[in-house]
């Protein structure tokens, strides 16, 4: 006759109040943070390398194309 501890014990646990866990969702919020910045860090350097590689290479392109 297990089944009676059984409900009764579901039954505590579906009555008591919800406790908020803050600390594991600002742990989770600080660590999407960090994340998302070190992303941004990197995708910055890379943009900035590209932009300046282009940029070179376009200027190449057109003094090569006024000296012809």
């Not at 919020?29 to 992303?39: E, R, Y």
């Amino acid at each position: 006759m297990h089944a009676p501890k059984h409900t009764a014990a579901l039954k505590s646990c579906v009555h008591a109040p919800a406790q908020i866990h803050w600390f594991s969702i600002i742990n989770s919020c600080v660590t999407v943070l960090l994340l998302t910045g070190f992303l941004a860090t990197i995708l910055m350097r890379v943009l900035k390398a590209d932009f300046i590689k282009y940029s070179r290479d376009d200027r190449e392109y057109i003094q090569h194309a006024h000296t012809c």
